[in-house]
């Protein structure tokens, strides 16, 4: 199992979720919707740069332009690209179009109920992966919610999906065994949970999380 550590913001951050043993982390820079996570391009590329080898680091944007992904992209050196900010089939296509070989899309759509909008049919033919969150409807906040959402319908997808799934919104500790066996992704996303009062990503749930969804199956 696959687990990604996201909202790194500071070196405290990464060294934590190093230590913890994630094999990937997200910082989240352009941003659009309302989010305390979010970094400046200058600040995640120096960041990447204090990686170890085998830990990937994604870039986590709300942004939806193509040109300015890019640009993204240039500034921080990285390759791996997750767009969380409802980007239509058109730009998705165009990004692939312009990534190069090594660059690898994630697209993120939320589930909302019975329904996964927006629908992740037309997007398989653009992406390396898919990612389920849940969405806060009364704020509007996609990602960092802490809510959990129908898992019967994250499980409907990883089953039939062509591309690996990550599963995310409202992983904790507690729950996250407890997902992987519900729905059988191919990878686990937190933010919220794995972080301290002050903001910061905790060593002991960031453990915890790592070791409950590594022993799941």
Not at 10 to 25: H, Q
Request: charged content about 15%; proline content about 5%.
């Amino acid at each position: 199992m696959r687990v990604k550590a996201c909202g790194i913001k500071t070196e405290r951050d990464l060294e934590t979720a190093v230590r913890a043993g994630v094999d990937a982390v997200g910082f989240l820079v352009g941003q659009v919707h309302t989010s305390h996570d979010f970094i400046l391009a200058s600040t995640a590329a120096r960041l990447t740069g204090l990686l170890p080898p085998y830990v990937v680091p994604v870039l986590v944007t709300h942004l939806t332009a193509p040109d300015a992904i890019l640009n993204l992209m240039e500034q921080t050196s990285i390759l791996t690209v997750q767009l969380h900010g409802g980007s239509t089939v058109e730009e998705v296509s165009a990004l692939r179009d312009h990534l190069g070989p090594a660059g690898k899309l994630i697209y993120a759509a939320h589930v909302l109920g019975a329904q996964v909008v927006p629908a992740l049919e037309p997007y398989y033919d653009f992406v390396d992966a898919v990612l389920l969150d849940s969405m806060d409807r009364g704020t509007g906040r996609v990602g960092g919610t802490g809510m959990t959402h129908n898992w019967d319908v994250s499980a409907a997808i990883a089953a039939s999906s062509p591309v690996p799934l990550t599963l995310a919104g409202g992983l904790a500790p507690d729950n996250v065994a407890a997902a992987i066996r519900h729905v059988h992704p191919f990878a686990v996303d937190a933010n919220s949970a794995l972080k301290g009062f002050d903001g910061a990503l905790d060593l002991n749930l960031c453990s915890a999380f790592v070791r409950n969804a590594r022993n799941a199956d």
